[in-house]
C-alpha cells in the first residue's frame, strides 16, 4: 500500500499533516525556505513509498544523502572479489551486490561465468559457507555502514573461537558521523536538518549528532521508518528551526539511546580501527572507513592474498555522486528510466534496494512491491 493510504492511523497523519504545515508557513512568515536530508537507505525507501515530499510545504526541500552503504562502496571492491572469484576463491556477499556495476563487470555475470559466488543472507550464513567447505578459501564481501560492520565482527569473533582458517574479509566498512561531517564543510550543498539513520542511530547513539546542532547548528532528529515517525520527525525538524533552537531530538528513543549500544561498540572497536575511506560522490573523507587491526590482518583478504583494491572506474554518466550528495534528484539525471533502468542499472544507486534512483523508479512510477 502506498501514499496516504499507507497510513495506517490517518487521523494521526492528518494531524502531523496539520502541524507540518503550520511550522511551514512559520518559517515562510520568517522568510525561510528549509532543506532537510535524510541519511537513511530505508528512510529513503519509506519517503518514495508513501509519497511524504507530497506532504511537504513548499518552502521544505527534502533530498537523500549517503545513506545506502552499497552505493557509496567504490567499484574498486567489487574488481577485486571478481579476481578472487577466478582465483577459485568463494567469494560471500549480500544479494544487493550482486548488480552492482564493477568497473568492467558485475557479480552475476561474474557467476554466469563459472564463478562461485554465494549469496548470504546474514553473516551467520556466512560462517556456516565457510564451516560447509573447510577446503576453500571463502571471502566474504564484507559491506556496510556501523549497524552491519557490529554482528560481522561478531561473527569474526566466532570465527577465531572456533579456529576456521578458510574465511577472510573483504571490507568496506563506513561510519556515518564523518560522511555528516564532510557534507556540511561542502559549501555547496545547504543542509538546515538531518533526519538522522535509525539503525545506524541504535549502534553509535543519539548523542552522536551533538556536534552537528550545538556546533554546526544543524536541527537532527533520530526517527523510526513508520510512515508516521517520518512525519513526526521531519516535523520535529521544522519545529527546531522554527524555534531557532538546533538540538537533537532522539524520537525514536523505543529502539536508541542516547549513548548507542555499548557492547556493539567494544566489539566493533576491539576488531577495527578508523581508517580514511573513499565515498562515491563525496571523495575521501578522513576516519570514515574502518580496517581490521593489525593483530586481525590474517583475517584480512587482501593481506591473506597479497594485493591491495586499486580505485575503480565509475561509469562517467552515471551521477550517482551527485545523488548522493543531494545535489540532484534522481529524475534529474538524463539517463533516469531510460539508459538506467532496475532491468539495466548503470549505478548502484538503481541496483540497491536502499537506492535512491531505485526508490524513485519504484514508486514514482506506480510500480508497487
Ligand atoms: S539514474 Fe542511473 S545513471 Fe543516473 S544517477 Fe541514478 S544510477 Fe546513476
Redesign the pocket.
Known amino acids: 500500500m502506498n501514499g496516504i493510504e499507507g497510513f495506517r492511523n490517518m487521523e494521526a497523519a492528518n494531524h502531523f499533516y496539520k502541524v507540518l504545515c503550520g511550522h511551514g508557513q512559520q518559517l515562510a512568515r520568517q522568510g525561510r525556505v528549509v532543506h532537510f536530508m535524510e541519511v537513511c537507505g530505508s528512510h529513503t525507501m519509506a519517503i518514495a513509498r508513501f509519497g511524504i515530499r507530497d506532504f511537504l510545504p513548499i518552502n521544505m526541500d527534502l533530498v537523500s544523502g549517503p545513506g545506502c552503504p552499497v552505493c557509496v562502496t567504490d567499484p574498486g571492491i567489487i574488481d577485486a572479489a571478481i579476481q578472487l572469484a577466478h582465483q577459485g576463491k568463494i567469494i560471500a556477499t549480500f544479494g544487493d551486490m550482486m548488480r552492482v556495476p564493477g568497473s568492467r563487470s558485475t557479480l552475476d555475470k561474474t557467476r554466469a561465468e563459472g564463478g562461485r559466488i554465494e549469496i548470504c543472507y546474514s553473516p551467520r550464513h556466512v560462517l556456516e559457507l565457510a564451516r560447509d567447505n573447510r577446503k576453500t578459501e571463502v571471502v566474504f564481501l564484507a559491506i556496510g555502514f556501523e549497524t552491519t560492520v557490529a554482528p560481522i565482527m561478531a561473527m569474526l569473533d566466532g570465527v577465531i573461537g572456533e579456529a576456521i582458517g578458510n574465511l577472510s574479509l573483504l571490507t568496506a566498512f563506513k561510519r556515518v558521523p564523518p560522511a555528516l561531517s564532510a557534507l556540511l564543510g561542502d559549501p555547496e550543498i545547504r543542509i538546515d536538518g538531518f533526519l538522522c539513520p535509525a539503525h545506524v542511530s541504535a549502534i553509535i547513539g543519539a548523542d552522536a549528532y551533538r556536534p552537528y546542532a550545538e556546533t554546526h547548528g544543524v536541527a537532527c532528529v533520530v526517527a523510526g521508518f513508520e510512515p508516521l515517525d517520518i512525519l513526526y520527525g521531519l516535523d520535529g525538524l521544522a519545529r527546531q528551526l522554527v524555534a531557532n533552537n538546533p538540538h537533537v531530538d532522539n524520537q525514536y528513543n523505543r529502539v536508541v539511546k542516547p549513548e548507542g549500544n555499548r557492547q556493539a561498540q567494544r566489539v566493533i572497536a576491539r576488531f577495527l580501527e578508523p581508517v580514511d575511506a573513499s565515498w562515491r560522490g563525496l571523495g575521501v573523507i578522513p576516519a570514515s572507513g574502518l580496517v581490521l587491526r593489525q593483530e586481525f590482518t590474517r583475517y584480512d583478504a587482501c593481506h591473506r592474498f597479497g594485493f591491495v583494491v586499486e580505485p575503480g572506474r565509475v561509469?562517467p554518466?552515471?551521477?550517482?555522486g551527485?545523488?548522493l550528495k543531494g545535489k540532484i534528484d534522481?529524475s534529474e539525471?538524463p539517463?533516469?528510466g531510460t539508459?538506467?533502468h532496475p532491468d539495466h542499472?548503470?549505478?548502484?544507486?538503481?541496483v540497491s534496494s536502499e537506492?535512491s534512483?531505485a526508490a524513485e523508479f519504484k514508486y514514482a512510477s506506480g510500480v508497487s512491491s
Open positions: 561509469n554518466h552515471c551521477l550517482c551527485d545523488v534522481p539525471c539517463l533516469f539508459g538506467c542499472p548503470l549505478g548502484p544507486c538503481m537506492g534512483c
